[in-house]
């Protein structure tokens, strides 16, 4: 039945992983690290690329009380500094940590463009908002290989993305080096380790197990 | 009888000459080939590479010294080359012994190949210095020396200063390299995957019921939300370790105490 | 893309579907449109499990726009969005599940006939022939309002007098900018009526 759902254009495409390491950097150090960067990465000549998004993660809940624990959620992101630009929804796995020869976290990861009336549509089809929050930082990328730098925001009051609004949380940025690939392409890790590499001591980047985290 | 010992002594002095001629033709092979890389393959050329070629040419310099000065070496001063014939003539066996350098032995170049004393005017440039030398008097030589070793000394401390300072600088570095917090890392990753310390308080869905182990816990609304960030490592079981000994640090004082 | 009208047009009883398409592309031929192609909508409904209220969500494709996917919900709420979407619908399966033997379709030739296209199209439910979906597209506006009388014109020469109004759903939109949901709108119009029809006629058997 699966494979009636989807049309027939669409059979021929490979289910996406992300693999993922994370580490954070104290906000004092920020700018060595994006110096280190911008060295390090592509489009050197460049000045690392900004972003300003909100996103607000919505969760679909079964009614039926046996099975509460299930649920899915939905990221939606949209760009606050570039209005004209498609709102996204992206769907996330459980990360797996693997075993010990695997160098990065793995999850199934699907991005889809939509229209901007997601956040109405998503309500109606019975999702509901769960959490949300801002990112500010900076993009780069080295091959296909993607670095973000950013900072998480909550909204103090609902709904309200103006910086006044923002409370920043803790006193780091979140790094991220993540690559979107077909399932199967382990050499990634291996590249994306020794990239992690380069940033030592600096920032650790490494394969967090987001089960144990509190 | 009397050609004996003369013959030992020509034969020594043809194998010893033997052997500097073989020394002599190594080092200019590898001066040759020295200058070879240095024309040709100058691009490809690395400074430990060019340092070790530098090294090798010392070596075969210092070898070729000690070899003049073994005891099996005669004392080649004693001999005189006597240049019997000059010749404006060129000279074929000449010419290739010196691989197309000397093409004949004349006039022209006697003067420079058997020379044994330095130029003329090198000698007066040299006698002139010696003759400076020698007009100072031993007092003023001392003072020029202090002079000269407290300039130095100076200049020591400078650079020991400041290389004290880079020390430190990089040392420092080294000490605080607190660019980024294991704790801060899961907080915020703990945000941004299960939404922690971003939800709001007000209750929404009422939910309850188990928790599937692996999966990130649902929503709880009755808990306050700006909870104290816990840091992860610092955990209760390590304070509880640490009073423990106090305490039995404490008891095991108190019997010598008493009475 | 400009503005858009469906209409179902009827196939008289003792004829069947293929002859009346024939007899549709002969006339829009001899009118000296000419064939640009093939063309085909689907759409797929996923119908909640498990929520507290039901809801009904579907899915349709246009070959006109291949790189996106519509969602619509039974307010006509419409989420327009690429065609991975089918994916996180495959992400949904506990709370939404495809309706069996619903999928339905509308495919046939595409004609293009100065700055208008036309869309004859046999609409199949599960397979088996329901009917007749034709769509008239008038490429150089993009309000409805403005050019529903030239449209009228040629859309009566062709479905005859059903296109004396405009669609139901179009009606009330006439004033605003068209888009391609508008479009799609109509077509899930028109296929939530064949499903109807086929629901009715499926009890008395």
């Known amino acids: 039945m699966e494979a009636a759902v989807l049309a027939p254009s669409l059979k021929s495409i490979a289910p996406q992983q992300e693999y993922l390491l994370q580490g954070s950097i104290l906000d004092a150090h920020r700018d060595v690290l994006l110096h280190r960067l911008r060295g390090l990465c592509d489009n050197a000549e460049n000045s690392p690329e900004s972003f300003n998004d909100y996103e607000a993660v919505y969760m679909l809940r079964n009614s039926s009380t046996t099975q509460q624990s299930q649920f899915v959620l939905f990221r939606v992101r949209h760009a606050l500094d570039r209005p004209d630009a498609p709102a996204h929804i992206r769907y996330l796995g459980q990360a797996e940590v693997g075993d010990r020869g695997r160098h990065t976290l793995v999850r199934a990861c699907l991005d889809v463009a939509c229209s901007p009336n997601v956040r109405d549509f998503l309500m109606e089809m019975g999702f509901r908002l769960d959490h949300d929050y801002v990112a500010q930082g900076f993009f780069f990328h080295k091959g296909r290989m993607k670095v973000t730098v950013y900072k998480i925001f909550k909204l103090q009051q609902p709904g309200k993305t103006d910086q006044s609004n923002l409370e920043p949380l803790g006193s780091s940025h979140l790094v991220e080096l993540s690559v979107v690939a077909p399932l199967g392409q382990e050499q990634i890790g291996d590249d994306m380790k020794n990239f992690a590499e380069q940033l030592k001591p600096l920032v650790s980047l490494e394969k967090v197990d987001h089960r144990r985290i509190q | ?259 | 893309m400009g503005v858009s009208c469906v209409y179902d047009y009827p196939v008289p009883d003792g004829r069947s579907g293929a002859q009346v398409v024939d007899v549709l592309q002969k006339q829009v031929e001899t009118m000296g449109a000419y064939k640009t192609g093939n063309f085909h909508i689907d759409c797929e409904t996923y119908q909640s499990v498990m929520l507290n209220s039901p809801k009904t969500l579907h899915i349709l494709h246009n070959s006109e726009h291949p790189a996106s996917c519509f969602a619509i919900l039974d307010s006509g709420n419409t989420l327009v969005a690429d065609t991975l979407f089918n994916g996180l619908m495959s992400n949904l399966k506990n709370y939404y599940q495809a309706r069996k033997g619903a999928k339905i379709e509308s495919k046939g030739q595409r004609y293009q006939l100065a700055d208008f296209v036309l869309k004859i199209g046999s609409v199949s439910l599960a397979g088996s022939f329901k009917g007749i979906l034709v769509e008239v597209e008038y490429s150089p506006s993009l309000v409805a309002m403005e050019c529903w009388n030239l449209m009228k014109e040629l859309l009566q020469s062709i479905v005859g007098n059903i296109a004396e109004t405009p669609p139901q759903t179009l009606k009330p939109r006439m004033d605003e900018t068209f888009t391609p949901t508008m479009a799609m709108l109509q077509y899930l119009e028109h296929f939530n009526n064949f499903r109807n029809k086929a629901a009715m006629s499926q009890p008395a058997r």
């Open chain 2, 1 to 259: 009888m009397m050609q004996a010992p003369q013959t030992k002594e020509e034969k020594q002095l043809d194998s010893s000459l033997d052997d500097l001629i073989h020394r002599v033709r190594e080092l200019k092979q590898s001066i040759a080939s020295f200058i070879y890389k240095l024309e040709n393959d100058y691009q490809n050329i690395t400074w430990p590479s060019l340092m070790e070629s530098f090294g090798v040419l010392s070596s075969g310099l210092s070898t070729t010294k000690r070899l003049l000065k073994t005891e099996k070496m005669p004392l080649l001063r004693n001999y005189v080359l006597f240049p019997i014939l000059l010749s404006p003539d060129r000279d074929p066996h000449l010419e290739k012994l010196t691989e197309g350098r000397v093409l004949a032995f004349n006039h022209e170049v006697v003067p420079d190949y058997l020379r044994t004393k330095p130029e003329p005017e090198v000698e007066e440039k040299v006698q002139l210095l010696s003759v400076k030398a020698s007009s100072i008097t031993p007092e003023m030589a001392q003072k020029q020396l202090t002079m000269l070793n407290k300039i130095t000394s100076n200049v020591l401390d400078l650079i020991n200063a400041s290389s004290d300072v880079l020390d430190k600088d990089s040392s420092q570095k080294n000490a605080l390299p607190q660019t980024s917090s294991a704790s801060e890392t899961n907080m915020l990753i703990a945000a941004v995957t299960k939404g922690m310390r971003l939800r709001r308080p007000e209750p929404q869905v009422q939910m309850g019921g188990p928790q599937m182990p692996g999966m990130p816990g649902p929503p709880q609304p009755q808990q306050p939300a700006p909870q104290k960030p816990q840091m992860p490592g610092s955990g209760i079981g390590r304070m509880q370790s640490t009073v423990k000994t106090n305490i039995k640090a404490a008891a095991s004082s108190h019997p010598y105490q008493r009475p």
